[in-house]
């Protein structure tokens, strides 16, 4: 395997396949996976892709319906630019082979929440899988892209002027060296930070931590969407049911059958996402319920085998029949609206370093992301990657300063290895305390110090010594060569990127004192107009992006 390309893309979800196959074919192109098989939030997406096509529909209607849910943070011209290239990203998928659902010719749209229009395309209710399942046949076709795989980005390389120029990577036992011009994070979110998330076990916020220690310039890390419905049952995993269910006419009811969203809001349980999950919160909150149920059996049983087969299959995996009975949900952390900050190129503020997907902040999401938007996100702006102009020629070899190919034996303590493990238990109950639906000042100043030691803990371990002081060209071999160290390593640089994002929420979230989109404070609960602005965090400054801003530092 080379360890030089032109382009280095790093995750394989939507954003990174779809990135991957626009870039120009010319340009040799590495694509990152730390899995050896598609896992992505993107290939867990139920719900569909945004796309105003429908006649009584229009591109100004999804505009409206994006900046209303963003709670006045969008970037109006991002959305524009989101909401008028769908349709041609649409035309795409359905040339590639992706087999959206039709009525008669015409493709097929349901309604979501805080949509005015139906206008989201399905494939069922396993859409990112249709869509992944596509994209990675592509991927494997093309001769310009290698998949590298199980691989895992450790950390950005900059050169002397502060250009990216690649990556560390862990590959199985092997620690070494990728070369790139370009780099694209594509990595996915966080929800893996927090206790409860639909997410599957690979969102662990990689890029924006690694984006972050290289010094990139991030934004808005506070607006985390909590999803109102996932499964709630003994032993199951927090299993997305999808806010297509409920807008197909699946009722929102407690215990006593009580349709209690619209005590807060008169559109119920069509109102946006942090509106139903608080509503949710409060309610248990209120009743000592331990979840409240969704009740599907309002929707004819022919259009629930039809347009929801997988969540079917997946309840009664768990032993409910939903067409005889409600099904348990509670709220769980579902999609990171922050990032790094990226413009309508995906550039991010380090030269060479770009951004796709859930990993970026392009404006287009604000405090609160519009259902649906987020895979459009992943395409029309991966689609942008196919405009990639590169000066020169291919990367050069090490540099004389740099140690190439300086092989160093290590092994792993035990010691190490049990820490790990226990900052990974303990982090995302911390975190979901502290930072979940409902913030307070008082958990979130005691969850930054507890984060704060952790971190030294993590960074006095010999392994993150050791890795942590990897210089450019050495390469390190973790004895035995297995797939238990790979697996350790890989642990240990997750864990080391949930600690970072951790702290990051928690911090931003105790910056922002008001309430917005995905962010709630008990002790601020009003939205203030003086917070109508961004969250910039560089390095470790926290600013508001209005020059009147009162900036911290650590």
Not at 250 to 262: E, I, M, N, Q, T
Not at 297 to 306: F, K, N, Q, S
Not at 447 to 462: H, K
Not at 529 to 541: A, F, G, K, Q, V
């Amino acid at each position: 395997m080379t360890d030089k390309f032109d382009v280095l893309v790093i995750g394989a979800g939507a954003a990174g396949l779809y990135t991957a196959l626009c870039l120009p074919e010319h340009l040799q192109v590495g694509l990152i996976n730390k899995n050896t098989l598609p896992v992505s939030a993107s290939d867990w997406a139920q719900g569909g892709i945004a796309a105003a096509i429908a006649p009584e529909d229009s591109a100004a209607l999804h505009i409206q319906d994006t900046l209303a849910a963003g709670a006045g943070l969008c970037d109006l011209e991002a959305v524009k630019f989101l909401v008028e290239e769908a349709s041609a990203c649409i035309d795409s998928l359905v040339k590639m082979g992706v087999a959206f659902d039709r009525t008669g010719p015409d493709l097929a749209l349901t309604l979501e929440a805080a949509h005015s229009r139906r206008r989201v395309l399905h494939a069922a209710d396993t859409t990112g899988k249709a869509v992944i399942s596509t994209l990675t046949a592509k991927v494997l076709s093309r001769k310009n892209i290698q998949l590298v795989s199980p691989a895992f980005a450790l950390s950005l390389w900059l050169d002397e002027t502060g250009r990216c120029q690649g990556i560390s990577s862990i590959c199985g036992s092997r620690v070494k060296w990728l070369r790139a011009q370009v780099v694209v994070l594509a990595t996915g979110g966080g929800g893996q930070v927090f206790a409860q998330t639909t997410n599957p076990s690979v969102s662990t916020g990689d890029g924006v931590a690694i984006a972050w220690r290289a010094g990139a310039l991030l934004r808005d890390l506070e607006f985390v969407q909590f999803h109102p419905t996932a499964l709630s049952t003994a032993g199951a995993p927090r299993f997305l049911l999808s806010e297509a269910v409920r807008g197909e006419g699946a009722h929102l009811v407690d215990s006593k059958g009580y349709r209690f969203a619209f005590d807060s809001h008169p559109s119920g349980e069509l109102a946006p996402r942090d509106v139903v999950s608080r509503a949710i919160f409060r309610h248990l909150q209120k009743t000592g319920e331990p979840h409240v149920w969704l009740d599907m059996r309002p929707i004819a049983v022919d259009r629930l085998r039809y347009r929801f087969p997988n969540i079917i299959q997946v309840c009664a995996d768990w032993g409910i029949d939903i067409f005889s009975e409600p099904v348990p949900v509670t709220p769980a952390a579902h999609y990171w609206m922050g990032g790094i900050v990226a413009d309508k190129f995906n550039q991010t503020s380090i030269p060479g370093l770009y951004a796709v997907g859930e990993t970026a902040s392009t404006g287009v999401h604000g405090a609160n992301r519009l259902a649906s938007n987020s895979l459009l996100e992943c395409l029309v702006f991966g689609a942008q990657m196919g405009l990639l102009q590169l000066e020169g020629g291919r990367p050069e070899a090490f540099a004389d300063r740099e140690a190439a190919g300086e092989i160093l034996e290590k092994s792993i303590s035990e010691k190490d290895i049990e820490a790990i493990e226990k900052l990974r238990v303990e982090l995302p109950n911390l975190v979901w305390q502290s930072a979940g639906i409902c913030r307070g000042q008082r958990d979130l100043e005691s969850a930054i110090v507890q984060v704060e030691i952790w971190r030294q803990e993590f960074a006095s371990l010999p392994l993150s010594q050791t890795l942590n002081n990897l210089r450019p060209g050495q390469i390190i071999d973790f004895s035995p060569a297995d797939a238990e160290n790979s697996s350790i390593l890989r642990n240990w640089g997750e864990v080391g990127n949930l600690l970072d994002i951790g702290y990051l929420i928690v911090k931003s979230a105790a910056f922002r004192t008001e309430s917005r989109g995905g962010h709630y404070r008990v002790d601020y609960p009003l939205t203030d107009p003086d917070w109508c602005t961004h969250t910039l965090i560089h390095y470790c400054n926290w600013y508001k992006s209005a020059a009147r801003s009162g900036r911290i530092e650590d």
